[in-house]
Nanobody, 123 residues
Framework: QLQLVESGGGLVQPGGSLRLSCAAS????????IGWFRQAPGKEREGVSC????????NYADSVLGRFTISRDNAKNTVYLQMNSLKPEDTAVYYC????????????????WGQGTQVTVSS
């Protein structure tokens, strides 16, 4: 069964850091771009970051540029999202999802999705 599992979320104070992980089981991530998305209560889902299947191309939403870093370790079948200088507006459920080879701004083009991990930034 193809599955993605996110982990690493939690409660953090403003200015703090978290590292999210997206681990795959039942398939290899090597041939897939991985996107991170988030959805806050009452808001639409938005794209946060994406990394292509090789890892040579990454992109970020303007709201997280310079604070978040996406990376991948294909040997561990895992993609990471390092989140620094967190702000209350980063509070959301974070999801990872797969797309064959390359990234896209269209979330509907991503196939397998994880169950999400909650990130709460609050003092």
């Amino acid at each position: 069964q193809l599955q993605l599992v996110e982990s690493g979320g939690g409660l953090v104070q403003p200015g703090g850091s978290l590292r999210l992980s997206c681990a795959a089981s039942g398939f290899t991530l090597s041939y897939y771009a991985i996107g991170w998305f988030r959805q806050a209560p009452g808001k639409e889902r938005e794209g946060v970051s994406c990394i292509n299947y090789i890892g040579g191309s990454t992109n970020y939403a303007d709201s997280v540029l310079g604070r978040f870093t996406i990376s991948r370790d294909n040997a561990k079948n895992t993609v990471y999202l390092q989140m620094n200088s967190l702000k209350p507006e980063d509070t959301a459920v974070y999801y990872c999802a797969t797309r064959r080879y390359s990234c896209s701004a269209d979330a509907s083009l991503f196939g397998t999705w994880g169950q999400g991990t909650q990130v709460t930034v609050s003092s």
